[in-house]
Nanobody
Framework: QVHLVESGGALVQAGGSLRLSCTASGNIGGIASMDWYRQSPGKQRELVGSLTRSGDTTYADSVEGRFTISRDSARSTMYLQMNMLEPEDTAVYYC??????????WGLGTRVTVSS
C-alpha cells in the first residue's frame, strides 16, 4: 500500500510560480514510476508529466518548458515546479504512483488557481 499526499497549491497571479509536493509513505520501495495529473472544472483529468524510477521525465506539450518534475528520495517526495503560470493551468493537481504489478495509487489533490 502506498499513501500519497499533495501540497503546495495556492492562488497565484498569471506569470507567477508555485512548487507542488507529493510525499509518499508506505511501501514506497514498490513504486515503479509516478505521474502528475490535473483536472480542471468540467474537463477530464489530464497527464501533466511523468517521472520514472531512473529519474527520467516527460511532459505534456502544454507545460513543456514551464513545468519541471524533480524528486528528493531522502524525503520520499516528488515535486512539480510550475513557472510562467497561466489561467489555463487552474486545476486540482494530483500525483499518482504505479507499481510493477499494475496497481495505481492516487493522492487527494491540491488546488491551484491562477488569476489573470
Amino acid at each position: 500500500q502506498v499513501h500519497l499526499v499533495e501540497s503546495g497549491g495556492a492562488l497565484v497571479q498569471a506569470g507567477g510560480s508555485l512548487r507542488l509536493s507529493c510525499t509518499a509513505s508506505g511501501n514506497i520501495g514498490g513504486i515503479a514510476s509516478m505521474d502528475w495529473y490535473r483536472q480542471s472544472p468540467g474537463k477530464q483529468r489530464e497527464l501533466v508529466g511523468s517521472l520514472t524510477r531512473s529519474g527520467d521525465t516527460t511532459y505534456a506539450d502544454s507545460v513543456e518548458g514551464r513545468f519541471t518534475i524533480s524528486r528528493d528520495s531522502a524525503r520520499s517526495t516528488m515535486y512539480l515546479q510550475m513557472n510562467m503560470l497561466e489561467p489555463e493551468d487552474t486545476a486540482v493537481y494530483y500525483c499518482a504512483a504505479y507499481t510493477p504489478a499494475g496497481h495505481v495509487y492516487w493522492g487527494l489533490g491540491t488546488r491551484v488557481t491562477v488569476s489573470s
